[in-house]
């Protein structure tokens, strides 16, 4: 087991579907994706968005793209001008997600 | 038939670059010019203002523009496609049309699509026993009728495509899919028809590609952000299509930004759900289906794309009136900038609770420390921190709570903890919210007309 930064293999970009979430997460290659692919699951997500996902993570792989997408619901406290938050659109949970270590074989 | 057009993006929603369309039509060789003026919450402000004044209710900034790029887009015969006409295309098309009298510009023809606007369609609908139905919770919209702000149903690439047939030079819509503004022009130039799914979801897919501006050349990149050349003179992306549907995603010279795999790779997955159903009124698109490759000096090329038949119905986002909120801001120096931080908030959340004030949610964030991540922050030991903005928001369905609240901020200054500043600006005002209802309609419930005007 090691574990490996999911910053170092991969980019990203998210945004707002009404109060879900969406990330986009991109590697870098296609060894990376290999990673993502193996090892980031939906439950991963949804353990890592503690406090900030309330509601179930969708996962679905764009292989042509190197890339995986999650949407998390019931994360934006309501959405659009609803939302107090200081980011209602989710823009910086790309980067949140990028947080994360993954432990692969 | 055209071998290749050039689509430029102009505008990436209301409030991009200003210069960016212009940049477009003098950077360099373009056949189209599409602009996306519209985000959700756009709609119902511009409610508001036709609410207010009959003549507006449409993007202003487009007559602007127009008086810098109508008579060379005119002589050069670039056409033009925005939904900026809003909640008021008509009045949009005639503040168009002055502006090409006043610079003497000569035969042209600006096409509007309406229909869209369905607000005043509520009742009937309701009647009809069509309800609305909220996507999310499945309700009727019966229960917020009387708080409705807008209501629109998203047009795609067809009434455009009717209004580019009529020889249109400008075509102005009011809610009409960002997608469709890219593909119309090239269903109508190609001579493409409406099965030809596949073809379609790749205009589509350009359409994606395109909406959102210099998102998919260099900004907002989180790859290797650092490597994109010269940002403060970012190119907006440009759609080279083909008649088989391929598109080379690329920039003018001599612009700053990059167009790479990576910084395309992101545009396709903002705000996209199951890839494999990414559904239009056109047709739906699959994203597992997209091929690119990098063809380097900022082209990419964007081929394969596969689709599937549109549905049966279209979109309609409605807004509606619901409650008021306001947010306010302090901030707090070191040492111990976030305890004082926190000390305040509960000092402000106390005397909220004494007044007994009506919230639906109080929220607090640390800017500087965890507005962005939350509980994913990294926690630092008080010494490293230098500074904390503290930010509180609430929102209730009471007015005067959320005005009291504006009240309660500045006293935390001379009443709280110390090395305090950043209260410019006055006490924060109470903001409508507005939510929206996102249901569907049959589309043989909706008719667009395209009327076209001239000077």
């Known amino acids: 087991m090691k574990k490996i930064k999911l910053l170092e293999i991969a980019h990203g970009r998210s945004g707002d579907k009404g109060d879900a979430a969406n990330i986009g997460i991109i590697a870098y290659n296609e060894e990376g994706y290999k990673i993502l692919e193996k090892y980031l699951s939906a439950d991963l997500v949804k353990k890592h968005f503690e406090g900030i996902c309330f509601g179930k993570v969708d996962r679905y792989e764009l292989p042509n793209l190197r890339a995986l997408n999650f949407v998390l619901h019931n994360t934006l406290g309501g959405g659009g001008t609803v939302s107090l938050k200081l980011d209602a659109q989710g823009k910086t949970l790309a980067a949140a997600l990028l947080r994360m270590e993954l432990e692969i074989e | ?455």
């Open chain 2, 1 to 455: 038939m055209k071998e290749k057009i050039r689509i430029a993006s102009g505008q990436g929603f209301w409030g991009d670059l200003i210069d960016a369309p212009y940049n477009q039509v003098y950077g360099g060789e373009i056949d189209y010019l599409v602009m996306d003026y519209l985000a959700e919450v756009t709609m119902s402000i511009l409610q508001k203002q036709k609410n207010k004044n009959p003549e507006l209710g449409y993007a202003r900034d487009i007559p602007e523009l127009m008086k810098r790029i109508l008579p060379e887009c005119k002589k050069r015969n670039i056409k033009i496609i925005t939904n900026g006409g809003g909640v008021n295309p008509i009045a949009c098309a005639k503040a168009v049309l002055d502006v090409a009298k006043s610079l003497n510009v000569e035969n042209l023809k600006v096409a509007v699509v309406l229909g869209d606007d369905i607000r005043e369609k509520i009742d009937e609908l309701i009647l009809q026993k069509c309800e609305l139905n909220n996507m999310e919770t499945g309700e009727s919209i019966i229960s917020i009728k009387d708080k409705i702000l807008s209501a629109n149903v998203y047009f795609g690439a067809f009434p455009i495509v009717e209004a580019l047939q009529k020889k249109a030079d400008i075509v102005i819509t009011g809610r009409t899919t960002d997608t469709g503004l890219t593909l119309a022009p090239m269903i109508y130039e190609f001579g493409w028809n409406k099965n030809d799914y596949d073809l379609l979801a790749a205009g589509t897919v350009a359409g994606h590609i395109l909406e959102c501006g210099a998102q998919a050349s260099g900004g907002n990149f989180l790859g290797d952000w650092k490597s994109v050349p010269d940002m403060a003179n970012i190119g907006f992306p440009i759609a080279e299509a083909y008649p088989n549907g391929e598109v080379i995603i690329t920039k003018h010279e001599n612009t700053g930004g990059k167009v790479s795999f990576e910084t395309v790779a992101e545009q396709l997955l903002y705000e996209i759900a199951d890839p494999k159903n990414y559904i239009t009124p056109d047709c739906i698109a699959d994203f597992t289906s997209i091929k690119l490759e990098d063809l380097g000096n900022d082209r990419v090329r964007v081929y394969d794309v596969e689709g599937l038949p549109e549905t049966e119905f279209y979109k309609v986002s409605c807004s509606y009136a619901d409650g008021f909120s306001a947010s306010a801001t302090l901030t707090y120096s070191w040492p111990e900038a976030l305890t004082k931080a926190k000390a305040a908030d509960e000092i402000l959340r106390k005397r909220l609770e004494n007044l007994n004030l009506k919230f639906e949610e109080i929220r607090t964030e640390f800017v500087g420390h965890n507005a962005c991540h939350g509980p994913l922050a990294k926690s630092l030991n008080e010494d490293d921190i230098n500074e904390i903005v503290l930010r509180i928001a609430v929102r209730s369905k009471d007015y005067n709570s959320v005005e009291r609240f504006g009240k309660e901020i500045a006293p935390l200054i001379l009443t709280g903890p110390p090395s305090v500043t950043g209260f410019a600006g006055g006490r924060p005002k109470p903001s409508e919210v507005v939510a929206y209802w996102p249901a569907l309609i049959p589309k043989k419930l909706v008719e667009h007309q395209v009327k076209i005007f001239e000077v």
